[in-house]
């Protein structure tokens, strides 16, 4: 019996340890290292000389990392609010019990099965003005037709948030619906009795009981935005210039194209600090409301 306590009691976490042990290591340990290699004055490699601020003092200095901050800033806005509401839409719509469900909801969640290289190959093609849209509807007797934002810097940008929400809307879609089916009917019926119309019934019962899905919805979107790399690159390298140049793209340009190490570690931290600002204060609200039992 007493080895079978023993058991019971350490087995756990023994299985658990390796997976905690690689976390404490190649994340945490590995965000302690860029932490400090921001306070270097690190090159082509690293210099473990302590130098203060002075590479957070070069980042602010540099007008690059400010367009690549208004392009994130944009880039996520749009690319969480245009999520939340085309998923929310999807989700409302497969609930209504229609046919063919179950291949609408595989359509939807198809592009998520891609990688967001192959998202942005595919879309690079699709918006190339002499390959894709703007040459097929030309074909079709519109030659006024015109749709270059892959190629105009004013408009890039959103380019990554058009191919960013095909690919996570569906996903976010699966997130509200599993929220929907998971409401009890009978407050929905009751609603009905009551002559409630449908319309009324989301917007006043179904999508308030949705806070916890928007609330994780809201986390997993933003988080892909902060971190947005593979996508930019596949689609405009950030580019033209650096009209659609994002944190990421910026970090990982000086980090290893430009040998500045030290002022991409800062990239980098000041990134981890974005998400941070964004996930502290949202995990406070939902914890509070939660406790007050709202």
Known sequence: MALSALADRWLPRLVLAP?????LVFVYGFIAVTGFLSLTESRMMPNFEYAGFVQYIALFDLDR??????????????????????????????DQKIRMEGALRAVYLYPMALSFIVTGAAWKWILNPGLGLEKMVRGWGFPNFTFDWLINPDMAIYTVVIAGVWQSSGFVMALFLAGLRGIDDSIIKAAQVDGASLPTIYRRIVIPSLRPVFFSVFLILAHIAIKSFDLVMALTAGGPGTSSTVPAVFMYQYAFSRGQLGLGAASAMMMLATIMAVLVPMMYLETRGTRHGR
């Open 19 to 23: 997976t905690v042990i690689a976390s």
């Open 65 to 94: 990392w400010w367009v690549a901050a208004n392009n994130l800033a944009i880039f996520g806005v749009l690319f969480v609010v245009i999520c939340l509401a085309v998923g929310l839409l999807m989700a409302i719509f497969l």
